[in-house]
């Protein structure tokens, strides 16, 4: 029984990996999970330089999901290469490190940066907002989803996958867009923006007003758009959105994902990565699969 | 460490909307610390997010005893649970009163002052429990006074409310001046207004005073940096001065906390 999966010319042990911002770094779940076990971990998104976030509060549960508005708090990129990047390598896990910027100088400082470390994948994340283009996300323009991606992709010597936003009215555009502009591969969906309003305070329960939807509520979402991109690009998609079981895993390889990432599941029970896993492998075994290759794509 | 399902020995309903609650967690209990909290799931799939809730006190014998207010979802499905029945909790997690009691063995037979307002009255328990020296313990409700009595053998307990029901009328601050407590250091959880007010009063008699802290929470081990308070420090996680409320704290030298 294989479980390896080849994403974008990259070997993972399976398939399973972290969405970007729920695991951290990896370091605050080692005691529960076995970091090695894991198909990869995705870090939080980094940025050229240390970001502050947003006002608290930054999040509320909502059914069967939460919203957030974290506003992309971290590190910056040289304490991240310092301190992050060597502890996963000790845990003997795959990294697939999460980009995020305000500019296109400041993510292709990033990606320089991260393209002489010991990182194997890279991960842009495009639903920043673009302050040169007045604060509207890079990803839900295709002009800027191509531009940037092959500005990225001329600096960066890792693999570099798209992170795209399901904030768009077609989700094909902006993946074909990332395909044209060289992305190795995609990856969605990021969350869905949302509010939700304290009838008792009357005010709005983020500070930030807004804040992006994830969580099981947004699964048939992410698996419509991974059905819909995987059916417009040639290039490998990593999926995610709402993934709590190794069910909700499966649908989306079934729907065109090569590789899948467990975000808000891992708040709910933080070995869901691992029981994600060996839910899979005993999947394979009951139905006689002896490649989870087998599966990638298969409704079509 | 990881989530696990353990028994619930009893329940009781303390007063209005407040329950006490004691729970087989050998595991959680032997490595409980004073100020420490558990996150709490429900089994209800639609609420996802765990609830954080305080260390109140262990037995010794594998009992560790949560107190908590009825508020919403999650603390009305624990409420209405019985004993026998399981409830899913990781723990225990963040740092307590440790660098409290630190300090507190540095000095010289402190006047050691335990503050807790409304349900930040239950983490006082296992902490003034903790460590030995002359103890007041003040407690403010708004009016139903409970746990009270369970203080007594730890120290003098002095009691406030708000619309004069029982003790001192005012709150935690009005409590300490109106007996005349003079204490050198302050372990204090409750309300943010409280906090607030702690953090002034220590200021004014140039006295230490450790806070616990309160914020929406995701992960609750460090992770999704939701929980975040401003910190006069550079936190170890990104050093942009936003500490983690979960795993930096949530007690905190409330000379640290940026109130601001
Ligand atoms: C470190 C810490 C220790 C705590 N200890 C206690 C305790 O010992 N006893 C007690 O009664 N309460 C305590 N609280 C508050 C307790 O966590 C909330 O009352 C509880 O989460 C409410 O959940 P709910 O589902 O009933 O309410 P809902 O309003 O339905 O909850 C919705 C969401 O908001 C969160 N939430 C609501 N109120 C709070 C709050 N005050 N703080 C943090 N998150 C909140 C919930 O966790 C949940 O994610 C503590 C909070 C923190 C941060
Ligand atoms: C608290 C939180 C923080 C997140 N931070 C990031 C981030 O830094 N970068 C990013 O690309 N996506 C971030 N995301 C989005 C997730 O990686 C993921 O795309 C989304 O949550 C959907 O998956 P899920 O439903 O499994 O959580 C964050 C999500 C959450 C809930
Ligand atoms: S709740 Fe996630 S960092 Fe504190």
Known sequence: MNMKVNFAGVEFNNPITT????????????????????????????????????????????????????????????????????????????????????ST????????????????????????????????????NPKAVESITSDIKKRSKKPVIMKLTPNVTDI??????????????????????????????????????TGGLSGPAIHPVAVRMVYQAANSVNIPILGMGGVVTYEDAIELMMAGATMVAVGTANFNNPNATIEIIDGIADYMKRTGINDISEIIGCVK | MNKKRYQIISKEIIANDIVSMWINAPDIADKSAAGQFVSVYCDDKSALLPRPISICDTDGKGGLRLVFKIVGKGTKE??????????????????????AFDKIKDMD????????????????????????????????????????????????????????????????????????????????????????????????????????????MACGIGACLACVCKSNETDSHSMVKNKRICKDGPVFDVKEVDFT
Not at chain 1, 68 to 79: A, E, K, M, T, W
């Open chain 2, 109 to 216: 037979h402190p006047d050691i002052a335990f503050v807790g307002g409304g349900v930040g009255i239950p983490p006082m328990l296992i902490s003034s429990k903790s460590i030995k020296g002359q103890k007041n313990i003040i407690l403010g409700y708004r009016d139903v006074t409970f746990m009270n009595e369970d203080f007594s053998e730890y120290g003098n307990v002095f009691i406030s409310t708000e619309d004069g029901s029982a003790g001192v009328k005012g709150n935690v601050i009005d409590c300490i001046t109106k007996n005349n407590l003079s204490p050198d250091v302050i372990l204090a959880c409750g309300p943010l207004p409280m906090l607030k007010g702690i953090k002034k009063y220590s200021e004014e008699n140039n006295i230490t005073a450790f806070v616990s802290l309160e914020e929406k």
């Open chain 1, 105 to 140: 100088e400041d993510y292709c400082e990033t990606v320089e940066k991260l393209s002489e470390t010991d990182v194997d994948m890279l991960e842009i994340n495009i639903s920043c907002p673009n302050v040169r283009e007045g604060g509207i996300a890079f990803g839900q």
């Open chain 2, 78 to 99: 624990l409420s209405d649970k019985n004993a026998g029945d399981g409830v899913d909790i990781l723990g225990p997690l963040g740092n307590g009163f440790g660098e």
């Open chain 1, 19 to 102: 969405a970007s911002g729920t695991f951290g770094s990896g370091m605050e779940y080692a005691d529960i999970v076995d970091l090695s076990r894991l198909g990869a971990v995705t870090t939080k998104g980094v940025a050229n330089i240390p970001w502050p976030g947003n006002p608290t509060p930054r999040i509320a549960e909502t059914y069967g999901g939460m919203i957030n508005s974290i506003g992309l708090q971290n590190p910056g990129i040289d304490v991240f290469i310092k301190r992050d990047i060597p502890y996963l390598k000790e845990c003997g896990t795959k990294i697939i490190a999460n980009v995020c910027g305000k």
């Open chain 1, 172 to 209: 094909t555009e902006m993946a074909r867009a990332a395909e044209n502009g060289g992305a190795d591969a995609i990856s969605l969906i990021n969350t869905i923006t949302g509010m939700k309003i304290d009838i008792n305070r009357r005010t709005f329960a983020l500070a930030n007003k």
